[in-house]
């Protein structure tokens, strides 16, 4: 079976998964909006999904060339030819019916690419660069799906993407680990006295919880100053921006109330948490 056709079998199955996830993630948000602003959005994700599975599932010397496969579909769809993949197929219809630019989309594909170069971050300011190729443009392309892409926006919408970057990299960091990378800084690892191996721990250690701890503070305050974005938009761009910036404040009081033990049990947020926290950042102004 040839690279293209197994990911035209799995197009079917990603796409199904992505909608559940997006459900338990947003219940309330995604049940909200109109069934063209969820289908655009799946097909972002969708997006996004296919070129993370490639980076991080893909037979590593497969990656280069199932990305650079990625990457033609994208020159397709912006010179108005038909995509070959299936989830690149889905994606034209959301670009073409939201004039979404090229650019974010290549960003996510580069940081992508450094996955594959990249496994440590020694600083703090050498993740947020990361971050703002990870991470920032799905923020980019969600504002243009509501036609809602300014440059104040987008500057917003960056400190909100990064926080939950980070938060994410913090709930993850075994899972990560196991996968050959590190995205909690280096210098802060350091600092508190943390081993690479502590990360292989059955239990965070109390030093690792410390580091994790800090980087949680960061994205709370990248988050603070991020979810003023909300009071900038109106309907129902509101009320999908709303959700994810209650994810990441649910998520954190759960890693506070977990005491950082990402490694011992998973921290997800408690459902009551995300509803209250959807609700107050929704009434946010």
């Not at 090229?102 to 594959?116: G, M, T």
């Not at 580091?211 to 503070?217: C, D, E, K, P």
């Not at 998520?251 to 995300?274: I, M, Q």
Request: include cysteine; glycine fraction near 8%.
């Amino acid at each position: 079976m040839s690279v293209s056709e197994r990911l035209h079998n799995e197009a079917e199955e990603r796409r199904s998964r992505d909608e559940l996830q997006a459900r338990e993630n947003f219940p309330v948000a995604t049940r909200l909006l109109p069934a063209r602003h969820r289908a655009n959005l799946l097909n972002v994700y969708g997006y996004a999904r296919l070129v993370d599975d490639i980076g991080d599932e893909a037979p590593p010397g497969e990656r280069a060339a199932l990305l650079d496969l990625v990457e033609r579909d994208l020159g397709r769809i912006y010179a108005g030819t038909e995509p070959e993949l299936p989830a690149m197929r889905n994606l034209a219809r959301t670009v073409t019916g939201c004039a979404i630019p090229a650019e974010p989309f290549h960003r996510l594909l580069r940081a992508n690419r450094q996955d594959q170069a990249v496994s440590r971050y020694g600083t703090f300011d050498e993740l947020l660069d990361y971050c703002a190729l990870s991470a920032d443009p799905v923020g980019h392309i969600v504002l243009h799906v509501f036609g809602a892409a300014t440059p104040d926006r987008i500057g917003l919408s960056d400190r909100v993407c990064t926080a939950l970057q980070i938060i994410e990299h913090c709930q993850d960091a075994g899972e990560d680990y196991r996968n050959g990378r590190i995205y909690l800084p280096g210098d802060d690892l350091r600092r508190f006295g943390c081993e690479e191996s502590d990360l292989e721990a059955a239990r965070t250690p109390t030093r690792l919880r410390g580091v994790l701890a800090l980087q949680a503070r960061r994205a709370r305050r990248l988050l603070d100053d991020g979810s003023a974005l909300t009071g900038r938009l109106q309907g129902f761009a509101r009320v999908a921006v709303a959700g994810y910036v209650a994810g990441g404040l649910a998520t954190l009081s759960a890693l506070e109330r977990g005491a950082y033990d990402v490694l011992g049990a998973p921290s997800r947020p408690r459902k009551a948490r995300l509803l209250a926290e959807w609700s107050r950042t929704l009434g946010r102004r």
